[in-house]
């Protein structure tokens, strides 16, 4: 017993040297030590440290200096073709386009091997996986123009054992689904650190994972549990642009084989398949021994701590979903983040969004309540989206139903200002006096008549926002310095947001899309098939309707309307107030229809009554 205690303390405490000082421990006290140990004892010594230099000699060589040279040289030719097949029309990027793939699919069978056959150089296949996904991109961004073959190539990967024994088949669509194959070997190499692994090993883990959180964004980490594989909700939803019309397809894998002889695997020509009782499906592979399986809890619990913590600082409802989607339980999950949503709730806007759509998923809608009841104040318009599924869910409850009204109330009214408001900006003569009783006259004239069609004509081009007679700032300092006019400067009335480049779903400029081209036609259609969907929201959209017609008179008029319709769309800067006044005026006739027919059946049921009493 002394002994052992001696050794478990020695171990513990050369695990904690660095790797350098390991190396010089050996050298200078334990290898001396041979010579004086009994000779059985050396030479079982000395076969145990020949058997481990067979093994390791059939090892293949992760080279990272080397590949990172290669693919260096790769680029380069790459931007010397781009160049070249200007002058000379030829060019040779598809070519080198497959010899970089095919270079990193067969040094990615290496990594393989060497993290899950010899199980060892954890940390050196971990950063040659990093450098892997690094030189995707870069291949990607180094082909110029059409990314078409990039996209579309197709790339078969056979990972092999040393013995030439296939384990798994890739037959992918497209070089950037690359990426799947390396987070299958990824989890490879996590399960074989926390089976096989020492303690000093098994605590790099978390950083890993950070690593590839930071690399590829935290999605991948839940595709990382899956062997590269995504959840049904990602599909067809990447980030990456996507040239030409390429369609973007989940990569397409095949599993071939590998039989460990497990007793609960069973064996049918070219597949293993494990019990889904004990394991979850798409979270285990048939290659793995029993050794190995058994530590696949552990790694999502890993994986559940780093999105966790991810969600302290930015909670989302598509994180949470990603999380549940790995959770054992999901009603202990909704325990464990229920407390903090609320907690965060109140702490900035997108906190608030994230945990009313969340608790309206997890349908607690006193929950809801209490958060619209003490944040409420912190919705922005783009978050409007969730606060109508809130709303949808506080109806579902007779307790909160009449809160449920009041709010889309509240909201109904808001919209109609914010478009009120939007009018005057594009017809700033709107609310004259004299431009009130031109329409209040045409009103009174029969539709369809020459009178009325000219009137409107020239009431119309009365209340438009004249356009500026001199260039924006921005389009004067180009031409002071003879540069073309940058985007949007012919728009001489248009809006800051017309001179940048914006991407229409980036989040980053929603507060700037909100107050220069606000979305008053999605806001309007979302609370007015919320509020159909909620008992008694058809009255207050009458109520609604009434106050339109009231305060905007000319949406009573479809002529009138469709002439202004048509003033906005030469300017670009308008479409969205194009779109929210033709949002305004199929509301408002829908209204009309509703009031003619409920008059009609009124009228109906009138003379149906009148009938008996006149026979009698």
Request: glycine share 4%; aromatic share 8%.
């Amino acid at each position: 017993m002394p002994s052992t205690a001696a050794s478990k303390r020695f171990l513990q405490v050369y695990d904690a040297l660095p790797p350098d000082a390991q190396q010089l421990l050996i050298q200078r006290h334990l290898a001396p030590l041979l010579d004086i140990v009994p000779k059985d004892r050396q030479r079982r010594l000395s076969e145990s440290a020949a058997a481990m230099h067979r093994r390791y000699a059939r090892m293949p060589s992760l080279n990272l200096k080397a590949k990172k040279a290669e693919i260096a040289a790769l680029l380069v030719e790459l931007s010397r073709d781009s160049k070249r097949s200007l002058i000379k029309e030829r060019s040779r990027r598809d070519q080198l386009l497959s010899e970089g793939v095919d270079s990193l699919a067969t040094w990615l069978n290496d990594i393989w091997k060497v993290v899950f056959e010899f199980r060892t150089n954890f940390a050196i296949a971990h950063a040659c996986l990093l450098f892997a996904c690094e030189a995707l991109d870069q291949i990607a961004n180094g082909c110029t123009g059409c990314k078409c073959y990039y996209v579309t190539m197709f790339v078969p990967i056979k990972i092999r054992k040393s013995t030439g024994k296939v384990v798994k088949s890739f037959m992918l669509s497209g070089a950037h689904n690359l990426e799947s194959v390396i987070l299958w070997i990824w989890r490879d190499l996590f399960m074989a650190v926390l089976a096989t692994g020492t303690k000093r090993q098994r605590s790099t883990i978390p950083d890993m994972i950070d690593d590839i959180r930071v690399l590829l964004g935290w999605r991948a980490l839940e595709h990382l549990l899956r062997g590269g594989s995504k959840s049904y909700m990602d599909v067809g939803s990447d980030d990456d642009d996507e040239p030409c019309t390429a369609d973007k397809q989940p990569p397409k894998l095949l599993n071939i084989v590998e039989d460990d002889d497990d007793e609960n695997y069973t064996s049918d020509d070219n597949s293993t398949v494990c019990d889904e009782e004990l394991y979850p499906r798409n979270f285990y592979a048939s290659h793995w021994s029993w050794r190995i399986t058994d530590h696949q809890f552990h790694l999502r619990d890993l994986v559940h701590h780093a999105l966790f913590d991810i969600f302290k600082v930015a909670p989302s409802p598509p994180l949470y979903s990603s999380m549940a989607a790995i959770a054992d339980d999901e009603d202990e999950l909704e325990e464990e983040l229920s407390p903090f949503l609320m907690s965060v709730a109140g702490h900035s806007s997108d906190n608030l969004s994230a945990a009313l759509r969340i608790m309206s998923l997890n349908n607690r809608s006193e929950s809801v309540n209490k958060l619209l009841v003490s944040h409420k104040h912190l919705l922005r318009p783009q978050d409007a989206s969730s606060l109508q599924f809130s709303v949808l869910i506080l109806s579902s409850n007779s307790s909160y139903r009449a809160r449920a009204i009041s709010i889309i109330e509240e909201e109904l009214f808001d919209v109609t200002k914010a478009f009120r408001a939007a009018i005057r900006f594009g017809f700033c003569n709107i609310d004259s006096e004299i431009n009130k009783a031109e329409l209040r006259q045409i009103l009174t004239l029969r539709r369809d008549t020459l009178s009325r069609r000219n009137r409107v004509e020239r009431w119309v081009k009365g209340v438009l926002t004249p356009q500026a007679d001199s260039a924006h700032p921005m389009a004067l300092a180009a031409l002071m310095m003879g540069l073309p006019l940058p985007p949007g400067a012919d728009d001489t009335d248009g809006d800051m947001l017309g001179y940048f480049e914006v991407d229409g779903d980036e989040p980053e400029v929603e507060d700037l899309r909100e107050e220069f081209r606000p979305n008053i036609k999605a806001r309007l259609q979302g609370w007015v098939d919320t509020a159909v969907a909620v008992k008694g929201g058809q009255g207050l959209l009458m109520k609604v309707h009434a106050k339109l017609i009231i305060d905007m008179p000319f949406l009573h008029a479809s002529d009138i309307v469709e002439e202004m319709s048509q003033r906005l769309a030469d300017r670009p800067s308008k479409h969205h107030l194009f779109d929210a006044l033709e949002a305004f005026r199929e509301f408002c006739e829908k209204q009309n229809l509703k009031i003619a027919a409920a008059k009609a059946s009124r009228k109906k049921a009138g003379n149906t009554a009148s009938r008996p009493s006149a026979s009698s």
